[in-house]
């Protein structure tokens, strides 16, 4: 935590307002946080009750909201959802409102997430570069009033990215030196066990309403990412789980269409040719909202 605060006060713009949601923490959190608050008047820290477990996915995009709905967000330009386990590089900030200024329609947007392994080494976590990365959402404010904010489940930050292209907005995760950030906790893990993460990104994909081909593709191309074979089978597990017991899926029956179109597109095409497609199929919509 003292990491990714130290390395939001280094940056080269840092924000207007830094609104930090405390919500059951019974470490020194509270008094680290109020430690950096009165250093720096921009830095405000809020108590949210404790819920009484840990709740990923829904629990994250609850604390989110229990800090934005406290402020007056449309006032702002820019607006980032922020985990607190990150170490931004100094131009983070300044880098992704630099490419939103050129390109009018870049609706979300991060650099790329590394961790390091056991023996110090830089991993990728392979983020595909049509998606935002979830820990570091930065958004255009405009964005996302129009796409309605984020949904109260696992995948949200996926669902973000493609509800902004059929939107006509564009959303992307640049691999620019100067943009990669270090997550000090891996994509996908939990407080129960890597495994359970890949399990809930499995569930998420399901939720989202992949297609089970693609998503069966994407786990095998998974199987040589650490925890190598078990993760990117329990990641397949998770969706098959949820998929035989008919668990409830996202209800944005058009969303869920144009995601499912693009995935398969993307096993013939490649998925930055599908990308392309589907923002150039959906640009007149952006056009006809800035209009």
């Given at each position: 935590m003292r990491r990714t605060l130290d390395s939001v006060i280094a940056q080269e713009v840092t924000p207007a307002l830094w609104i930090i949601v405390d919500d059951?923490?019974?470490?020194?959190?509270?008094?680290?946080?109020?430690?950096y608050a009165a250093r720096h008047p921009w830095i405000r820290v809020l108590t949210k009750p404790d819920r009484g477990k840990r709740a990923v996915g829904p629990g994250v995009v609850e604390a989110f909201y229990f800090g934005l709905d406290q402020v007056d967000w449309q006032s702002f330009d820019y607006l980032c959802k922020l985990d607190l386990d990150l170490d931004l590089p100094k131009?983070?900030?300044?880098?992704?409102?630099?490419?939103?200024?050129?390109?009018?329609?870049?609706?979300?947007?991060?650099?790329?997430?590394w961790f390091r392994d056991a023996a110090g080494a830089w991993?990728?976590?392979?983020?595909?570069?049509?998606?935002?990365?979830?820990?570091t959402k930065f958004y255009r404010t405009e964005c996302f009033h129009d796409i309605g904010g984020f949904v109260?489940?696992?995948?949200?930050?996926?669902?973000?990215?493609?509800?902004?292209?059929?939107?006509?907005?564009?959303?992307?995760?640049?691999?620019?030196?100067?943009?990669?950030?270090?997550?000090?906790?891996?994509?996908?893990?939990?407080?129960?066990?890597?495994?359970?993460?890949?399990m809930r990104h499995g569930f998420g994909q399901y939720y989202m309403g992949s297609d089970f081909l693609f998503f069966t593709v994407s786990?095998?191309?998974?199987?040589?990412?650490?925890?190598?074979?078990?993760?990117?089978?329990?990641?397949?597990?998770?969706?098959?789980?949820?998929?035989?017991?008919?668990?409830?899926?996202?209800?944005?029956?058009?969303?869920?269409?144009?995601?499912?179109?693009?995935?398969?597109?993307?096993?013939?095409?490649?998925?930055?040719?599908?990308?392309?497609?589907?923002?150039?199929?959906?640009?007149?919509?952006?056009?006809?909202?800035?209009?």
């Open positions: 059951g923490s019974s470490d020194d959190t509270p008094v680290i946080l109020a430690d131009g983070y900030f300044a880098g992704l409102i630099a490419r939103m200024e050129r390109d009018p329609r870049l609706g979300s947007a991060s650099g790329k997430p991993v990728s976590e392979r983020l595909g570069d049509e998606m935002s990365a979830g820990m109260h489940e696992v995948m949200w930050d996926g669902i973000d990215c493609h509800k902004s292209r059929q939107l006509g907005w564009t959303a992307c995760s640049f691999a620019d030196e100067a943009l990669r950030f270090e997550h000090l906790r891996p994509m996908g893990s939990s407080q129960k066990g890597i495994f359970t993460g890949r786990c095998l191309w998974r199987l040589a990412h650490p925890p190598y074979v078990l993760g990117g089978l329990a990641s397949w597990w998770g969706y098959v789980k949820a998929w035989a017991q008919r668990v409830p899926r996202h209800q944005d029956a058009e969303l869920v269409a144009m995601i499912r179109a693009y995935q398969r597109r993307a096993l013939i095409v490649g998925k930055a040719r599908a990308t392309a497609e589907v923002e150039a199929a959906h640009a007149a919509r952006w056009r006809g909202a800035a209009a």
